[in-house]
């Protein structure tokens, strides 16, 4: 049984910086391809990165140069560090898992993934 789980949200004030981790089981976790999302209230959910099997990754343009995205096969762990975090990234994150026997590029849209984890809060205010 696949499964994800995030951690590491919280509450941070502007210009702070968070680590998420997305802990992955039950399945070949290199082959997968893995990505990060979030969901303000009201809002759509959007990709924030993805990186591929080969490490090669996608960064929403929102997030470039702040955010990176990260995986540690041997951990079977997904990072996403948060750098010069602004009140616009609150939001719920969401780490997601797509199927398959390599991830030959990564994929930026939440319907292309197959796992979801639960999702963690992140909370920056001025």
């Known amino acids: 049984q696949v499964r994800v789980v995030e951690s590491g949200g919280g509450s941070v004030q502007a210009g702070g910086s968070l680590r998420l981790s997305c802990a992955a089981s039950g399945y070949t976790y290199s082959t997968y391809c893995m990505g990060w999302f979030r969901q303000a209230p009201g809002k759509e959910r959007e990709g924030v990165a993805a990186i591929d099997s080969a490490s090669i990754t996608w960064y929403a343009d929102s997030v470039k140069g702040r955010f990176s995205i990260s995986k540690d096969n041997a951990k079977n762990t997904l990072y996403l560090q948060m750098n010069s975090l602004s009140p616009e990234d609150s939001a719920m994150y969401y780490c997601?898992?797509?199927?398959?026997?390599?991830?030959?590029?990564?994929?930026?849209?939440?319907?292309?993934?197959?796992?979801w984890g639960q999702g963690t809060q992140v909370t920056v205010s001025l």
């Open positions: 997601a898992a797509r199927s398959g026997s390599f991830c030959y590029t990564p994929r930026r849209q939440p319907s292309a993934y197959d796992y």
